[in-house]
Nanobody
Framework: QVHLVESGGGLVQPGGSLRLSCAAS????????MGWYRQTPGKQRELVAT???????VYDDSLKDRFTLSRDDAKNTVYLEMNRLSPEDTAVYYC?????????????WGQGTQVTVSS
């Protein structure tokens, strides 16, 4: 089992910044990928950014100039720094982890944290 807890969401004005955190617990050693997705009402959950066990990072192309994903291995935590936010970034942001164990692979999701960009 992997448990993910997000924090850092909230209300921010256009042009502002936020940093989201996701702390993982449980079977940490099985995690191969962690990252963030986001979802708005009526739309599918979409990739924001992910980082592999080896440190390779993938961003959605439209976000990579404003968003930065990082990881603190000592804290089992990934961070998403979001800059120059616009109302289009308003969404529920979900932490994600993909793990592999003897019986297969598993997707894990946090409970989600709301980010609202509005004046």
């Amino acid at each position: 089992q992997v448990h993910l807890v997000e924090s850092g969401g909230g209300l921010v004005q256009p042009g502002g910044s936020l940093r989201l955190s996701c702390a993982a617990s449980g079977s940490i050693h099985t995690i191969r990928v962690m990252g963030w997705y986001r979802q708005t009402p009526g739309k599918q959950r979409e990739l924001v950014a992910t980082i592999t066990e080896g440190g390779s990072i993938v961003y959605d192309d439209s976000l990579k100039d404003r968003f930065t994903l990082s990881r603190d291995d000592a804290k089992n935590t990934v961070y998403l720094e979001m800059n120059r936010l616009s109302p289009e970034d308003t969404a529920v942001y979900y932490c994600y982890a993909w793990s592999t164990v003897l019986d297969g692979e598993h997707d894990w999701w946090g409970q989600g944290t709301q980010v609202t960009v509005s004046s």
